[in-house]
Each structure stands twice: as structure tokens, then as C-alpha cells.
């Protein structure tokens, strides 16, 4: 498997981000980013502007809805309306034209100090079709930590990860209940904007995107090496994120060389997203090897509950039983790996 790794949920100036598209690009590279998902409010104008900039693939969707219920919407080629109050019209609406799409910040709770406390969560979990579920907002999460001003405008001009703490419990909770059910991806947002906070005389540019693209982002697995061809290319990344071969790095804690989760047995290396036989020679692996293992804590769950947890860098269990089995690790306690699902059937 070959890995590429960018971050999704991104606003330009096609809608209410501070910067043109090759700009964002640029920050992107700079960051050491392999591709970037652009999904401006309402808009699909970025699109002319898929493609290559400084070396980073960029593909452009929308966000859509306004108040509640915002939608990612990825891979459509036509504008698709906002729809608020009936989200699944929206789903359907972007599966008709062969995309697939993500719950964006489900349950973000608001600050009184940020966007006078304006929230907009996920209100219908009736909805089917949808491809996967935002487990992990940056801006959200940051936002939802500013309860009290001086602690924000401490985390503003000296800490600006304070607040963070890892991928929603409500959302993951969720996922790991529908993930039981059907195929789900769960993916990592910054939700960039380039963001000025303001509160009375204080101003503060707290997440310029070249910062957010060194937080939460989301590691592909490709069958073949990201093709030159725009293309091949987007191709190549939708069909990642519609199968679940993705996880989830915190890149503040450092990169993931030589990461891997896999489930093994007589019939083959079984990646993120597959779906595997169990059999009575079925064993599943986790690897950090260039990582301390005095400083990693692995999880390795169960249809959403702990099945085994080792303080190691690379760990093997057999598995006896059916189960969606993912992978979270923290690195010295702090949330840094969280992957897809395998499914064992």
C-alpha cells in the first residue's frame, strides 16, 4: 500500500476563507501535505482550480446547508441547493451524482466568545447514505473549549491546542455504532478558514491554515502511487475515502513512519476498510516501530468497547471473534492515531 496524507474541510475566498486556492496550496506544501479537499459554503466555483498547485492535489466540494445539518459533499460536478430541514434530500441529491459525503461537526456545543455562541450540529440521525461521519473538527473542538474569556484569549495568543483533546466521544461513540451495522469512514476536519478572533480590543489570527495543516489530518492507503493525473488522481483519493482505507494523525505529536494495521491469515493481508473471513488462523497486528515504546499507549477495540490495550509499539493477538475492530493510540497520553475499521465476518 502506498500512503499519501492531506487535510479535508477547507474554506477559500470562493466562499468565507481569507485565501485564494493556490495560496492554500502553497501552505499545504509547506506543510508537507500530499493533497487538500476544498469545500466552501454553498459554492462549487472553486472547481476550474482542481488540480495541481505547488506539487499538493487539490480537489474541490461543497459545504452544504446553513443554520443545522451541514453536509461535505465530495466528487459532484453540479451545485447542489441547501436543504436544512430535510438533510437526507441532500444526501440523496450528492449520491445521485456518484459522490459521497461526510457529517460535518455533529455535536459542537458553541462559546459565548466565538460567533456569539452559534452552533450548527447534526439534528437527524434518521439519514442513510451518507459515507461517513466527521469524528474530529479542529476549529469546532477549539471553539467548544472557550468557556471562560481568559482562558481564551490565553489559548489564543500562547496555546492554541489547548483546548484540544482528540476526536468527539459523542461522534466516535456513534461511528462505532453504526460501523456495527454497515461500512462507515470516519475522517478528520480543520475546518480552515484562516481565523481572525475577535473579542472587543483583542485580535488574534488563531489557526492560519499552514498551522491547521500540521494538525488532524487523514493518511490514505492507495493500491498504486498517487497518480500525475488529476484525474486518476481524485479517483484514487474518493475511492480511499469511500472504502475506509484511511486513519486519522494528529501531526502536532509527530509523523506516523511505519504505521500499520492489518488482520492476516490463509487468505491474506487484510488493510483499513476490508472486509475479512474469520478463520481459526486469523491475527491482527499493530506497528509504531519508529516510535519509543515507553511513550505509546495502543488501543485496539471492539465493536466500540476496549478489547486489548498494550502500552508498546507493536503488538499481534489472534482474533476468536466476529467485530468491527479499529485502532487508537495516544502518544505520551496525548490522541494521535485513530484508524477505520477492519470488519471481521
Not at 477547507?10 to 485564494?20: E, L, M, N, T
Not at 511513550?295 to 498494550?310: A, D, K, M
Request: proline share 5%; with cysteine; hydrophobic share 40%.
Amino acid at each position: 500500500m502506498h500512503i499519501v496524507t492531506g487535510n479535508i474541510h477547507i474554506h477559500s475566498r470562493h466562499s468565507d476563507g481569507s485565501a485564494a486556492i493556490p495560496e492554500i496550496a502553497a501552505a499545504a506544501a509547506k506543510a508537507g501535505l500530499d493533497y487538500i479537499i476544498v469545500t466552501d459554503h454553498q459554492t462549487l466555483s472553486g472547481l476550474p482550480e482542481e488540480g495541481y498547485h505547488h506539487g499538493v492535489l487539490v480537489l474541490v466540494g461543497m459545504e452544504i446547508n446553513r443554520t443545522k445539518n451541514h453536509y461535505l459533499a465530495l466528487g459532484i460536478r453540479r451545485e447542489i441547493p441547501d436543504n436544512d430541514e430535510s438533510p437526507q434530500a441532500v444526501i440523496d441529491a450528492v449520491n445521485e451524482q456518484g459522490g459521497l459525503g461526510f457529517i460535518a461537526h455533529p455535536f459542537e456545543k458553541g462559546s459565548p466568545f466565538v460567533l456569539d455562541g452559534i452552533t450548527y450540529p447534526w439534528q437527524d440521525w434518521k439519514v442513510q447514505g451518507f459515507t461517513g461521519i466527521e469524528v474530529w473538527n479542529w476549529c469546532s473542538q477549539w471553539r467548544d473549549g472557550i468557556q471562560k474569556l481568559l482562558k481564551g484569549l490565553f489559548y489564543a495568543y500562547f496555546k492554541p491546542d489547548g483546548p484540544i483533546s482528540g476526536p468527539c466521544p459523542q461522534a466516535l461513540k456513534l461511528f462505532d455504532k453504526i460501523a456495527q451495522k454497515q461500512k462507515i469512514t470516519a475522517i478528520a476536519g480543520s475546518d480552515a478558514h484562516n481565523w481572525h478572533f475577535r473579542y472587543g480590543p483583542f485580535q488574534r489570527c488563531i489557526f492560519p491554515y499552514e498551522y491547521l495543516f500540521r494538525t488532524a489530518n487523514n493518511s490514505l492507503l492507495l493500491k498504486e502511487p498517487l497518480s500525475q493525473n488529476v484525474k486518476k488522481a481524485k479517483k484514487q483519493i474518493l475511492e480511499a475515502l469511500r472504502t475506509g482505507r484511511a486513519y486519522i494523525i494528529n501531526h502536532l505529536l509527530g509523523k506516523a513512519d511505519g504505521f500499520s494495521f492489518f488482520v492476516a491469515n490463509e487468505k491474506g493481508i487484510f488493510n483499513l476498510g476490508d472486509t475479512v473471513t474469520l478463520t481459526a488462523n486469523t491475527t491482527l497486528s499493530v506497528r509504531c516501530p519508529f516510535v519509543s515504546a515507553r511513550h505509546l499507549s495502543i488501543s485496539i477495540l471492539r465493536n466500540g468497547t476496549v478489547w486489548q490495550q498494550e502500552e508498546n509499539n507493536r503488538c499481534n493477538y489472534q482474533i476468536t471473534e466476529k467485530g468491527t475492530y479499529r485502532v487508537e493510540i495516544r502518544h505520551k497520553k496525548k490522541s494521535w492515531i485513530f484508524t477505520n475499521p477492519i470488519y471481521v465476518v
